[in-house]
């Protein structure tokens, strides 16, 4: 005689709308809490569900978040490396512009001294 033992582990849960406590096997539990699908109670045949997000949804979200945050800076940086480019050849343009207003009044002034 072969003898086979299975263990299922259940979690109580209390209908919202009777009170009657009973047992769910715990993967159904974290389908529903997953899915957040309604399951009636056997009592009063009401349906319930887990309205509350599931860790893997807060675990989405958060990442979510961080990826939203994570493109802003991106582009962020992008228009300030922009901005810097555009300073830098503005500084090179008035530069330029100083240099050849300094050879002008050279000039001016050698041919004011001649
Ligand atoms: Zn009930």
Redesign the pocket.
Known sequence: MTIITLATHYEIED?I????QFGLPVEFVDRRRQDHASFF?P??R?NMHYPAKSRIEKVEEKLRRKTECCDFYTTRTVDLQDDVAHQKARVRGYQSLAARRQRELQTAKGEGDA
Do not use: D, N, S, V
């Open positions: 209908c709308h009777c009170g009657f109670c009592a009063c009401k």
